[in-house]
């Protein structure tokens, strides 16, 4: 008996030692993992994405402070190191890389001071002129000087609102959502509306415009409107003609609609100018429109051109821009000028937000919720297209709540603007959540007499000039083409074929109730004379 318990208290303490040495083996496996993580991860920018090896281009890791995050980007995808997001594997070219590129940073914030007044350290501590830095050319010798260039660290950035100096009609900024232009109180403040279409304007999509527009009107009697963010390929300028006509806005969405969307982020302001400011040349020269009404844009796939965007649209006199989203919230925002700096961060995928002060109006995309009423309750980020809301087509019910639950939002708040943003192709080609629209069109000005739906220059106009609810009868800048009448200039136009030689072995149709140009209008040559 006395030998069979020696027996057992030596299987014990062997076993106690032996869950000591796989303890102390974990131990030293799990410090040999955090020494492993710690280097890996000592040279890496917060929250940026790296390889661990080139064997499998879906594959990247991140460090996190609760250890390596993995993602694997779904099939027929890449990870592109540069652009810090899955892509076409077609398209991503960094695949044998295993980090993205490192920029050398300018001493911005050093303890001691390295140049004289108004001068600025660049990475190899060269002094340059501040105002140098971030301007889109490289000056210092590293390239550094371009290199620190967003909201927080561009040394030439726009300051924060200060409301003294911002007074309208030139200027609005805030520091608080819940601010209101001129402080009006919500009950005085009629709830504006706008309902955008981007892309082409064509016989695809007229009977839909129309079936939206004729017969609604505001509650001051005149027909309600709409802008239009018009690109020019595969566009009927006679269509754009009579839009216009009826007295909704025309505004630029570029003349090639180039699909490389770093290309938008990157633009120079040539190019931004070659694709903007050449756009409204087509538009006023065959849509015939004289009235320099096209003072707005909207860049593709919504990608923010940086301060080149805007440097070209001060330089052609752009009144605004309605391009960069506010991040869903649960008190929306107004537009705003960019004097001062954004009131919202710089939101979407590796956006290139305007650093520097600017005339020019952002009529800003609130995000929409897309939870609508139905069976989703948990965090879900806001979309701001509504036809980028929804993974699977919602029912005719899902999608009214969905708007009316939106409208709400903006309604029930501070009555900012309620941005309903469109592809003509999303109603055309589903016409239950088309009947839907209609209905919550038709309901919301029945039951809501304070609920406009006027054109993005309409809501400026409103906030440089602002009249209570019960001065808006006649209210003479929402009065205008009121109610138009009448034919349209020419019934179907002119269908001019053409060529040019920036699309080489392309013919081009461009229909227009003005003569035919020489050349298919385009980048270099908008007015299609034929010779640039």
């Known amino acids: 008996m006395t030998r069979l318990r020696i027996a057992v208290l030596t299987l014990a303490l062997l076993g106690i030692a032996a869950a000591n040495i796989v303890k102390r083996q974990a131990e030293g496996a799990g410090d040999e993992a955090e020494a492993f993580a710690l280097a890996l991860c000592s040279d890496k920018g917060a929250g940026e994405w790296f390889r661990l090896a080139v064997t499998d281009c879906r594959d990247v890791i991140q460090c996190t402070d609760a250890g390596l995050q993995a993602l694997r980007c779904p099939h027929g995808l890449a990870f592109d190191l540069e652009l810090q997001t899955c892509d076409w594997g077609i398209k991503v070219t960094n695949c044998n890389e295993k980090v993205k590129t490192k920029k050398v940073k300018p001493l911005l914030n050093t303890v001691e001071p390295l140049c004289q007044e108004n001068f600025l350290a660049c990475g190899d501590t060269t002094c340059m002129d ?108 006679s269509a754009v003609q009579e839009m216009h006509r009826l007295g909704h806005e025309i505004a630029v969405h570029s003349i090639s609609h180039r699909t490389n969307e770093t290309f938008w982020s990157t633009a120079s302001v040539d190019e931004w100018e070659q694709e903007m400011a050449g756009t409204r040349v087509i538009l006023e020269r065959f849509g015939n429109i004289t009235d320099n009404s096209v003072i707005g844009l909207r860049a593709p796939f919504l990608r923010v051109g940086g301060n080149n965007q805007f440097k070209m649209m001060e330089k052609n006199t752009f009144l605004y821009d309605s391009t960069i989203s506010a991040p869903l919230r649960k008190t929306p925002l107004w537009p705003y000028t960019l004097y001062y700096r954004m009131p919202h961060a710089c939101h979407g995928n590796l956006q290139n937000c305007p650093t520097r002060s600017f005339a020019v109006w952002e009529m800003v995309m609130n995000e929409m919720d897309r939870r609508g009423e139905f069976a989703i309750h948990g965090d879900l980020p806001g979309c701001a297209m509504v036809d980028s809301c929804f993974s699977s087509k919602p029912t005719s019910e899902e999608f009214y709540n969905f708007l009316q639950k939106n409208f709400d939002r903006h309604y029930l708040t501070n009555r900012a603007p309620f941005g309903l943003y469109f592809h003509s192709a999303f109603l055309k080609n589903n016409p239950e959540i088309l009947d839907a629209f209609l209905i919550w069109l038709d309901d919301t000005l029945a039951s809501n007499k304070d609920v406009y739906f006027v054109t993005m220059t309409q809501v400026i106009q409103w906030m440089q000039d602002p009249r209570p609810l019960n001065q808006l009868q006649n209210y003479e800048p929402w009065r205008d083409n009121c109610n138009p009448k009448g034919a349209p200039f020419c019934y179907g136009g002119t269908n001019c074929e053409l060529s040019t030689d920036e699309l080489p072995g392309q013919t081009v149709r461009l229909n227009t109730c003005m003569r035919c140009p020489n050349k298919y209008p385009w980048l270099l040559d908008p007015r299609g004379d034929g010779f640039f």
């Open 130 to 237: 501040r105002t140098l830095f971030c301007d889109g050319k490289a000056d210092c010798s590293d390239g550094s000087d371009e290199n620190a260039c967003d909201i927080n660290s561009d040394p030439n950035s726009a300051p924060t609102c200060n409301a003294e100096e911002c007074r309208l009609p030139d200027c609005f900024c805030y520091n608080d959502a819940n601010e209101i232009p001129h402080n009006m109180q919500t009950t005085t403040v009629p709830q504006m509306v706008t309902i955008t279409f981007d892309d082409a304007i064509n016989n695809n999509n007229m009977d839909l415009y129309q079936l939206i527009f004729d017969q609604r009107l505001n509650p001051n009697q005149c027909s309600i409107k709409s802008t239009f963010f018009v690109s020019h390929k595969y566009t009927n300028y």
